[in-house]
């Protein structure tokens, strides 16, 4: 099946700093999301972002699917960012119909 | 309404106890899906029903039985369960199956197993 890789595994910031967190896909793509998993386990959805780049406040993610990536970007981070960030994609061939997670970047955002 | 509701939140059973996880959206979503979560892990598909039919069983063990009563209600029922089987357990719901539709979350069931 589809390999999904996250880097870092972790990351700690200082409140205030920016972050790039990056996602690598072994195969193409045709559903792609990134969600923020909070201390409680809710997994909040940030984008659904296949190709191409989105923003919301201080989050923004762009796919080059072509090139088999994704980066989310979080900017002027806060400690309520604090939590694990997964990245998801369904294969575009293959076993479809499975949103397949990456193992997640555990960020820490210290006050 | 743009949320997916779990219900308990937390469960505590012993192995020789029946019950079940609820899971229900109003989003006119015709997907539904259970995943199963380890401390420290991704989320790992269980369960997909499309248009109220089970459509996909990840090799699950038999222990769990899932059930869809409707196009808003998704259920887990369980039966004679082990302790390495407490986990988060999460729903999800898609607008359909295929795959250029964004999945909305719950925010899980936290089961332990006794």
């Known amino acids: 099946g589809i390999q999904v890789e996250q880097s870092p595994p972790d990351l700690i910031l200082q409140e205030g700093a920016n972050s790039t967190l990056r996602c690598n896909f072994s195969?193409?793509?045709?559903?792609l999301q990134w969600f923020h998993q909070n201390p409680w386990g809710q997994l909040i959805n940030l984008f659904y972002?296949?190709?191409g780049t989105k923003q919301n406040g201080r989050l923004s993610a762009t796919t080059v699917a072509t090139e088999r990536y994704s980066l989310l970007y979080i900017s002027s981070s806060q400690t309520t960012d604090s939590g694990v960030y997964f990245c998801?994609?369904?294969?575009?061939?293959?076993?479809?119909?499975?949103?397949?997670f990456g193992k997640g970047t555990l960020l820490t955002v210290n006050p | 309404d743009t949320e997916v509701t779990q219900t308990p939140k937390h469960l505590v059973m012993g192995m020789t106890n029946k019950k079940s996880l609820k899971c229900e959206q109003h989003?006119?979503?015709?997907?539904m899906y259970w995943y199963k979560q380890k401390a420290k892990k991704p989320p790992e598909l269980m369960f997909v029903?499309?248009?109220?039919?089970?459509?996909i069983n990840e090799s699950v063990p038999s222990r769990f039985s899932p059930e869809c009563p409707n196009s808003s209600l998704l259920n887990l029922h369980l039966h004679a369960l082990q302790p390495e089987d407490s986990a988060l357990y999460l729903c999800?719901?898609?607008?359909?199956?295929?795959?250029?539709?964004?999945?909305?979350f719950g925010s899980g069931t936290r089961l332990t197993v006794v």
């Open positions: 999800a719901s898609s607008q359909q199956s295929g795959a250029n539709y964004g999945y909305t």
């Open positions: 195969d193409s793509v045709n559903n």
């Open positions: 972002i296949p190709s």
């Open positions: 998801a994609v369904k294969n575009s061939g293959g076993s479809n119909y499975k949103l397949t």
């Open positions: 989003m006119g979503h015709r997907a």
């Open positions: 029903y499309s248009y109220e039919k089970l459509s």
